[in-house]
Nanobody, 117 residues
Framework: QVQLVESGGGLVQAGGSLRLSCAAS????????MGWFRQAPGKEREFVAA???????TYADSVRGRFTISEDNARNTIYLQMNSLKPEDTAVYYCAAAIDARGYVHWGQGTPVTVSS
C-alpha cells in the first residue's frame, strides 16, 4: 500500500518562502514520476510541478522561476521550495505519484498554504 504524507504548509506573508515535503512509503519502486498539485477555494485542482525519474522537471507557468521541485537520493521524499509567494498561491497543496504515463494514481491528504498580503 502506498502512502504519501505532505508537510510544511502554513501561513506566510507575501514575498516569503515555504518548503513543502512529501514522504512516500510502500511500493515507491513502482513510481515513474511525482508531482505537486494545488486547489484553491472554489477552484479546480491544478498542476504545479512534477519530477520524473527518467529526468526532467516541469512547472506550471504561474510558478516557474519561483518554485523548485526536488527529490532526495532515495526518491522517497520530494520537496517543493516556494519562494516569492503571492496571495494567489494560497491553496491546499497535494503530492501525487504516477506509476505509468496514464496519470497520477496515488494522492496525499494535502497541506494548506496561506499567503497573506
Amino acid at each position: 500500500q502506498v502512502q504519501l504524507v505532505e508537510s510544511g504548509g502554513g501561513l506566510v506573508q507575501a514575498g516569503g518562502s515555504l518548503r513543502l515535503s512529501c514522504a512516500a512509503s510502500g511500493r515507491t519502486f513502482s513510481f515513474v514520476r511525482m508531482g505537486w498539485f494545488r486547489q484553491a477555494p472554489g477552484k479546480e485542482r491544478e498542476f504545479v510541478a512534477a519530477i520524473a525519474w527518467s529526468g526532467g522537471n516541469t512547472y506550471a507557468d504561474s510558478v516557474r522561476g519561483r518554485f523548485t521541485i526536488s527529490e532526495d537520493n532515495a526518491r522517497n521524499t520530494i520537496y517543493l521550495q516556494m519562494n516569492s509567494l503571492k496571495p494567489e498561491d494560497t491553496a491546499v497543496y497535494y503530492c501525487a505519484a504516477a506509476i505509468d504515463a496514464r496519470g497520477y494514481v496515488h494522492w496525499g491528504q494535502g497541506t494548506p498554504v496561506t499567503v497573506s498580503s
